[in-house]
């Protein structure tokens, strides 16, 4: 049976946050989906809605075929019903049990012994969760949520408890526990690049609603509006005007500049969206590259961010580009200066204005 979770709920919280969300995934092709937005957009709100631990005011929930929520029916399966496995932000563990009695607390047969294994916590079986580390207590709570042998796996930003190098070190291996899981699961966050190294699919969260779905890395690239370029991080969206088109390719007049990208047949107002990171800057000759898209610009500010380097520039413009501190110091950059940015005509994305 296709494991498929359709989703389409309306609910208005206390403070007045109204959530509007249609959701349609589908979990065999994509085993994990991130439901990423900025915060307070709405997500462990959702999250919750599907585990059953809230009501919508109105909607209907769908997985495999099997109706968890219908309000125009009155059907409604609680949480243990759904056969679906939370595993909460802070994980939520019973602080007076070891760990091997949370992984064992709602286990079927022998399920509670294969997961302290799978997860390598059998030396840890006697310690209390206050004795282990952050990224053990995010083993032991995903290991307890998979040793109920649920149909789907809910996970509310897993790493947030977790200091910076330690949700480093620990995503990859989220990854791999999620993929060898063998139940499709779905992730809560705001952060991208957890979004990236998570994600078979994503859908995008923004104010309540569900803006964009697809394969992860084709919402990162091509979003579907500006709303979604903004909650994705791209850093260049900009006004543009279509100017010509033919080949296969627009002309875009975007301030003093003109840029060329793929035709996708747009039409009408339209914003040019382009990742900072699809940024070359270059000290060459004008004659040294062949690629369309080659603007005169002048550094107005740089940024070391750690590894990177965040550029400022004018080229008609404002432009971002983010390149890799080492070679902002070989291009010994200073503000002022004037050098070339060439971006890809397949890095320029169009979107409609509004």
Not at 36 to 62: C, H, N, Q, W
Request: glycine share 10%.
């Amino acid at each position: 049976m296709a494991a498929t979770l359709t989703a389409n709920c309306r609910c208005v919280l206390p403070g007045g946050f109204r959530l509007d969300a249609a959701l349609a995934l589908p979990l065999d092709e994509a085993p994990v989906t991130v439901l990423f937005g900025p915060s307070g957009a709405g997500k462990t709100t959702l999250l919750r809605l599907l585990a059953g631990l809230e009501r919508p005011d109105a909607g209907k929930i769908v997985f495999r075929d099997r109706t968890w929520c219908d309000t125009a029916r009155g059907v409604w399966l609680e949480p243990q019903q759904r056969r679906a496995g939370m595993v909460f932000q802070h994980y939520a563990l019973f602080p007076h049990l070891t760990v091997e009695r949370n992984v064992a607390f709602a286990a079927t047969g022998q399920a509670a012994a294969r997961m302290m294994e799978r997860f390598g916590l059998s030396g840890l079986a006697g310690r209390l969760p206050r004795a282990i580390s952050g990224g053990e207590q995010q083993r032991v709570a995903l290991a307890r949520a998979l040793a109920a042998s649920p149909d789907l796996l809910l996970l509310d930003e897993p790493l947030s408890a977790l200091d910076a190098s330690a949700r480093i070190r620990t995503r990859r291996e989220l990854r791999g526990l999620l993929a060898s899981a063998g139940v499709p699961s779905i992730v809560v966050t705001h952060d991208r690049t957890e979004a990236i190294a998570l994600a078979d699919w994503m859908a995008v969260m923004v104010e309540g609603r569900i803006l964009q779905t697809g394969p992860v890395r084709e919402v990162f690239a091509r979003p579907a509006s500006a709303q979604v370029a903004e909650a994705v991080g791209v850093e260049n969206i900009l006004p543009a005007e279509i100017v010509s088109r033919g080949a296969g390719l627009l002309r875009l007049a975007v301030g003093r500049a003109v840029l060329e990208s793929l035709d996708g047949g747009e039409s009408g107002p339209v914003l040019a969206s382009i990742r900072a990171e699809d940024v070359a800057l270059t000290r060459d000759a004008v004659g040294a590259s062949t690629q369309r898209n080659r603007l005169t610009g002048v550094v107005r500010a740089i940024a070391i961010e750690g590894p990177l380097a965040r550029v400022e520039m004018d080229c008609g413009f404002a432009l971002v580009a983010l390149v890799t501190a080492q070679s902002a110091a070989d291009l010994n950059l200073r503000p002022g200066e004037s050098l070339a940015a060439i971006v890809k005509t397949t890095s320029v994305h169009v979107i409609p204005a509004g």
